[in-house]
């Protein structure tokens, strides 16, 4: 029993520095972890693997842990990388930007590491450590490049077939049967995502070489890659032949896995063969084994009290010298100081518009109206028109409230497609993205437009907008918009009557948007 206590007051004693500089960590970058988290409980997204690759990581370092006797230390060289990605993180915090935050995570962590540990004990946690940077939801901006790659690439598979198409972005039109969408979910970054974590984690279990392991990580890379393009290829080519009656189409979720799982073979066939590749092990593990106990050696206790103290200290510090913000999602949305009901319009009571409306998580503020032209009566409207306009407005970006984000969009893909875009300018030159849906089912179509109201910049594109955060350093507004108008008339130019409504009320709209962040800095002030 004695024998008992005497370990488990070492073990403590061994893992004291540790829990304190982690401690101290955990507390700055905890609301980061948080939001991370519930993006890996949205199983419908790229990273619901997040949790496998976290038990996978945990293993991995108790791996490390009984291989090797670490010998805690302090390695003041390390305190540089650490104090700049704190610096960075905070950074992140003040911009509203959680991209930066979540790329300083795994830095942070390791260099944390670094100080206790050395370069050379440090270097074996790279991998089981760095294995979580493939769960960090900041893969979503190769989104649109993986996209366009595969429009590319499908493009050129289609034009060995007579296959009668057109590409516009990142929509295949077959002529005469319908449009496919290369939309964010066919970009393939969650096959990528897992293919490098199977990568890492096959070399880090199997591979001796660091050149071994890089050619693995190469390959499955391509194979991701190769399994997506393949995938979308075979969808549209079955919905050409079959005037989109194939069941891939619907289940087309299912098809992409197998696909991927069959590219999994070659990966691991080449994984066999590079386990061949012999390395220098024995004179390694003889360095590994003398030098950092050497060195450990003249480490003293108050040294490495020291180093504790002033590690745990600093992400202290950030913490303290951050402002706080509440970071809470408001459980519902409050009405946006916006009315459009007047002598033009009059209201409709529908909260939709022909089974349409934008999906949008988590806003702040909301104004949402079905409206029809009062004088649709006198002119060639007619009674078969009913307008709509939304607002969605976030006082400021955060985990799980954002503009753009994984869950926001604008139709639901399972019941609308686009037929036709467009480009649309509204009073004092606001661009908006046009496009003309129509539903799957039906000949039901709706035009819409839309536009992205960010920190006082104008955007289309979903990335500048993402960046425009950035931009908004310049000057002292943190809110963030989605502006959306859409009509539908039995017999009309739909472009036309869309100008037409974004003419007459955008002005408003932005006047209300404007006026609920000016209200909100002086609640502040």
């Given amino acids: 029993m004695a024998i008992g206590r005497i370990r488990f007051r070492g073990l403590i004693r061994a893992a004291s520095p540790f829990l304190l500089v982690f401690g101290a960590l955990f507390l700055l970058i905890?609301?980061?972890?948080?939001?991370?988290?519930?993006?890996?409980?949205?199983?419908?997204?790229?990273?619901?693997?997040?949790?496998?690759?976290?038990?996978?990581?945990?293993?991995?370092?108790?791996?490390?842990?009984?291989?090797?006797?670490?010998?805690?230390?302090?390695?003041?060289?390390?305190?540089?990388?650490?104090?700049?990605?704190?610096?960075?993180?905070?950074?992140?915090?003040?911009?509203?930007?959680?991209?930066?935050?979540?790329?300083?995570?795994?830095?942070?962590?390791?260099?944390?590491?670094?100080?206790?540990?050395?370069?050379?004990?440090?270097?074996?946690?790279?991998?089981?450590?760095?294995?979580?940077?493939?769960?960090?939801?900041?893969?979503?901006?190769?989104?649109?490049?993986?996209?366009?790659?595969?429009?590319?690439?499908?493009?050129?598979l289609l034009g060995l077939f007579d296959i009668e198409f057109e590409i516009e972005g990142v929509f295949v039109y077959l002529i005469g049967v319908g449009a496919f969408e290369i939309a964010n979910g066919c970009s393939g970054l969650r096959y990528l995502l897992v293919g490098q974590s199977l990568s890492l984690i096959y070399g880090e279990?199997?591979?001796?070489?660091?050149?071994?392991?890089?050619?693995?990580?190469?390959?499955?890379?391509?194979?991701?890659?190769?399994?997506?393009?393949?995938?979308?290829?075979v969808i549209i080519y079955m919905g050409h032949e079959t005037n989109m009656q194939s069941s891939l189409i619907e289940d087309h979720e299912s098809f992409g896995w197998w696909v991927f799982a069959a590219t999994l073979i070659p990966l691991f066939l080449v994984g066999r063969r590079l386990e061949s590749m012999k390395a220098e092990r024995d004179s390694d593990q003889k360095v590994e084994a003398t030098e950092p106990l050497a060195s450990f050696s003249r480490t003293g206790a108050m040294r490495l009290k020291v180093g504790v103290v002033i590690t745990a200290l600093l992400p202290v510090l950030v913490w303290a010298a951050l402002p706080s913000s509440d970071r809470d999602i408001k459980p519902e949305p409050?009405?946006?100081?916006?009315?459009?009901?007047?002598?033009?319009?009059?209201?409709?009571?529908?909260?939709?518009?022909?089974?349409?409306?934008?999906?949008v998580q988590n806003p702040d503020w909301l104004y949402t109206q079905t409206l029809f032209d009062r004088r649709g009566a006198g002119d060639q409207s007619g009674p078969g028109e009913s307008l709509f306009a939304a607002v969605y407005s976030y006082d400021y970006q955060r985990e799980g409230a954002e503009v753009i984000q994984y869950s926001n969009r604008v139709y639901d893909r399972e019941r609308w497609y686009p037929e036709t875009f467009f480009t649309l300018s509204g009073p004092g030159k606001v661009p908006l993205k046009g496009l003309t849906l129509r539903q799957r089912f039906t000949d039901t179509r709706i035009h819409i437009a839309y536009t992205y109201y960010v920190e006082g910049f104008w955007e289309t594109d979903n990335l500048r907008a993402k960046l425009a955060q950035v931009w908004g350093l310049m000057n002292s507004r943190s809110d963030a918009s989605l502006i959306v108008f859409a009509v539908y008339c039995e017999d009309c130019d739909g472009k036309k009557r869309l100008s037409s409504l974004i003419d007459s009320v955008m002005e408003e709209v932005v006047t209300a948007v404007n006026k609920q962040v000016a209200e909100k800095k002086r609640g502040e002030d």
């Fill in 30 to 156: 905890w609301p980061t972890v948080e939001g991370i988290v519930s993006r890996w409980l949205r199983f419908d997204e790229s990273y619901s693997h997040g949790f496998l690759l976290l038990l996978v990581s945990v293993f991995l370092i108790f791996r490390v842990l009984k291989q090797r006797a670490l010998v805690p230390g302090f390695y003041p060289l390390w305190l540089m990388p650490f104090v700049l990605a704190l610096l960075a993180y905070g950074m992140g915090d003040l911009l509203r930007v959680q991209a930066l935050q979540h790329l300083m995570l795994v830095p942070l962590l390791l260099g944390a590491l670094a100080i206790l540990l050395g370069w050379k004990q440090v270097r074996f946690f790279i991998a089981p450590v760095g294995l979580l940077f493939f769960a960090m939801p900041v893969w979503d901006f190769l989104s649109w490049t993986l996209q366009v790659i595969t429009v590319e690439i499908n493009q050129l």
């Fill in 205 to 233: 279990l199997n591979l001796r070489t660091l050149r071994a392991r890089v050619i693995l990580f190469a390959t499955s890379v391509l194979l991701a890659l190769f399994a997506n393009w393949i995938r979308v290829f």
């Fill in 334 to 359: 409050l009405a946006l100081d916006l009315k459009l009901v007047g002598e033009r319009y009059g209201p409709l009571f529908s909260t939709n518009l022909e089974g349409w409306r934008p999906r």
